[in-house]
């Protein structure tokens, strides 16, 4: 018995530390100071790591440094409570789309919709990520998904591909047709011996289908920027004439210009798809060219993107 007391004596000791390391973190965090948030946290997670609320706090904060492969692991262990944050689904399947897992990010998203049907965030993603998956969402009817998910499974070697497209595409570990439609042309090409005669025949091949390389990608980016801006215009009354304006009108220092020119970013509406983590992830991007940015959205009534927290 007094062991067991002891044992118990020091589990509400961690648990009473953990707690008080949490509203050390919560207050550096309100206050903007997310690397102090991030070592309070940790301190609370070391004391208490089944604490469902230290683990997603952790794992929020992490993921908006960018330390993405952390936070997933943290985020994992977050969910495997009997009734895990929505949020903490949310955020996980978008790390999870991120790395191509569209199978475990559709798994989360449906758990949050299990919980919540309405909920709208959800319902947005499931229908990014199974348009990443290349497969066409019916709300009304299951089976032409479902039809659709069928045809994207099919092994390339039901088609006629020469046995050297073949064998390359194996090399690749390019094995369905949905793999296809997830690799660009100038990924294929980039493989060592990897021809033009067989790119003509993988392009030949997809075009008598009406499909086309890389073409799940392409809708999901397409999907998520319409995401994006259909909340931005819900949200902020701008319009797709804001969004589709030149970063250029911004007039941004030249540290700036030259990390956004690296991500790509043309428009005022690409620039809201980017999150902080993402802009700080840019060598040579720092806190201060972040502000500036952040300044010139908010004076517009915009902001980056945000995941959930």
């Not at 997603?56 to 997933?72: H, I, Q, S, T, W």
């Not at 009817?141 to 591909?161: G, M, N, R, S, Y």
Request: with cysteine; aromatic share 4%.
């Amino acid at each position: 018995m007094p062991q067991a007391n002891t044992a118990e004596s020091v589990e509400v000791r961690d648990s009473q530390m953990a707690q008080s390391y949490l509203t050390n973190g919560r207050n550096a965090e309100t206050a903007g100071d997310r690397p102090k948030a991030i070592a309070a946290y940790e301190a609370a997670f070391t004391a208490d790591p089944d604490d469902p609320e230290v683990c997603f706090r952790l794992a929020y904060n992490l993921d908006l440094v960018g330390e993405e492969d952390e936070a997933l692991h943290l985020y994992e262990q977050c969910i495997q409570q009997p009734q895990p944050p929505l949020n903490a689904l949310l955020n996980l399947a978008v790390l999870y789309e991120d790395r191509g897992m569209f199978a475990q990010a559709e798994r989360c998203i449906r758990q949050v919709l299990g919980t919540d049907p309405n909920h709208a965030r959800a319902r947005l993603y499931i229908k990014d990520i199974m348009a990443s998956r290349g497969m066409v969402i019916d709300d009304d009817d299951d089976l032409p998904a479902e039809k659709q998910k069928a045809i994207l499974d099919t092994p390339v070697t039901d088609f006629d591909l020469t046995v050297r497209t073949r064998n390359a595409l194996r090399k690749m570990n390019v094995r369905t047709l949905g793999d296809l439609l997830r690799i660009s042309e100038a990924e294929l090409c980039s493989y060592r011996n990897f021809g033009d005669s067989s790119l003509q025949e993988i392009k030949a091949m997809l075009a008598q289908r009406g499909l086309k390389l890389g073409q799940a990608a392409s809708e999901q980016q397409t999907a998520a920027k319409q995401a994006v801006y259909d909340q931005l215009k819900t949200s902020t009354g701008s319009s797709d004439e804001m969004l589709e304006r030149s970063v250029s009108e911004l007039a941004l220092s030249v540290r700036a210009r030259k990390a956004l020119a690296l991500l790509g970013v043309q428009t005022i509406g690409d620039l809201c798809l980017k999150t902080e983590a993402e802009l700080m992830g840019v060598k040579n991007f720092g806190t201060t060219s972040l502000l500036e940015i952040k300044n010139k959205l908010s004076d517009m009534g915009l902001s980056l993107r945000k995941i959930e927290g």
